[in-house]
C-alpha cells in the first residue's frame, strides 16, 4: 500500500514537472548559445529531469580549446559505453545513459541536509567528453557550493567513451545537464509557482505533432510519451511561426 501511495505521488510529480520544464527550456539558448535545442527522451522517472539555466552559467572557455564542438552541432556523437546503434540511436543511448548516471548516483537528499528551502531546487551542469573520450572541464551552477561538488562528482564519475568526430577528425564535446530534485518539506510550492508563470500573457507557443494547443492541453501530456521536444527562440521562431512564435515555440513529438 505504501508503495502505491509512494508511486502515485511519483507521478503526480511528473506531471507537475512538465510544464515549468517546457517553459524553461526556452531559456537554453542563453545556456548554450543556440537559438534552437533539441532534448530527446527526457528522464522523468525518478527525481532527476533536464531543467534549463534560470541564470547565467560561466561559458566554457571553448575559444582557446581547438576541435570542441557543442553537442547539438556535432556529427558524430561519443559513445556511452553499451551503446549501439545508428547515429540516432547512438545520440539517444548517450542521453539516456548520462540521464541515468545523474539519476542513480547523486544525492538528491543532499539539499534536505544543508537546510534548504523545500522546493523544487535546480542544478546547472556543463563539461567536455575530450578528444579522448574523457570527462573534462566540468562547471556547476547550484543554490549551494555542496550541491556544485556533488553534481561535479557524479559527472566525473562518468566512464570514459568513444570520443566524437566532426568532418572525419576526433574532437572534443561541449555537453549541458541541467537538473532539477525536489526538497521535501511543507512548502514545496515553487513547482506550482512556475506553472502560474506560465500564465502570464507571455506564455510560449506550443505545437504538438504539427497542430497548435493550448497552455491547458499541453499540461495534460504524458511525460512518459514524448519522444521528442525542440525550442525554437527569438528570430528563429518568428521567421517558423510568424508572430505567434515571438515569445518562443515548444514543439513536442509523441512517441509512435
Known amino acids: 500500500m505504501i508503495t502505491k501511495e509512494k508511486s502515485q505521488k511519483m507521478k503526480q510529480l511528473k506531471y507537475l514537472l512538465i510544464a515549468p520544464l517546457l517553459l524553461s527550456m526556452l531559456l537554453l539558448s542563453s545556456f548554450e548559445g543556440n537559438s534552437i535545442e ?3 527522451n527526457i528522464p522523468l522517472d525518478n527525481e532527476t529531469v533536464f531543467k534549463e539555466n534560470t541564470s547565467a552559467l560561466k561559458t566554457l572557455d571553448t575559444t582557446r580549446q581547438e576541435n570542441v564542438i557543442p553537442f547539438a552541432l556535432i556529427e558524430n556523437a561519443p559513445v556511452f559505453p553499451g551503446c549501439v546503434g545508428t547515429e540516432e540511436e547512438l ?7 548520462i540521464a541515468n548516471h545523474v539519476n542513480s548516483n547523486f544525492n538528491s537528499g543532499l539539499g534536505k541536509e544543508l537546510g534548504l528551502e523545500p522546493g523544487l531546487k ?15 572541464d566540468v562547471q556547476a551552477r547550484a543554490p549551494h557550493k ?15 567513451m568513444t570520443p566524437g568526430k566532426h568532418k572525419g577528425k576526433t574532437v572534443g564535446v561541449k555537453y549541458s545537464l541541467p537538473i532539477a530534485f525536489m526538497v521535501e518539506g511543507e512548502a514545496q510550492n515553487s513547482a506550482k509557482t512556475e506553472l502560474q508563470d506560465l500564465n502570464s500573457s507571455k506564455k510560449p507557443l506550443f505545437i504538438l505533432d504539427d497542430v497548435e494547443i ?43
Do not use: H, W
Open 38 to 40: 533539441t532534448l530527446k
Open 91 to 97: 545520440r539517444t543511448c548517450l542521453q539516456e545513459k
Open 122 to 136: 535546480k542544478v546547472f551542469v556543463m563539461f567536455i567528453i575530450d578528444n579522448e573520450g574523457n570527462i573534462t
Open 146 to 160: 555542496k550541491l556544485e561538488e556533488e553534481s561535479m562528482r557524479v559527472i566525473k564519475s562518468m566512464p570514459k
Open 214 to 256: 493550448s497552455y491547458e492541453e499541453m499540461q495534460k501530456i504524458d511525460p512518459n510519451t514524448i519522444k521528442s521536444i525542440n525550442v525554437f527562440k527569438d528570430k528563429n521562431a518568428i521567421e517558423k511561426y510568424g508572430e505567434k512564435g515571438k515569445n518562443g515555440v515548444v514543439v513536442i513529438t509523441i512517441k509512435e
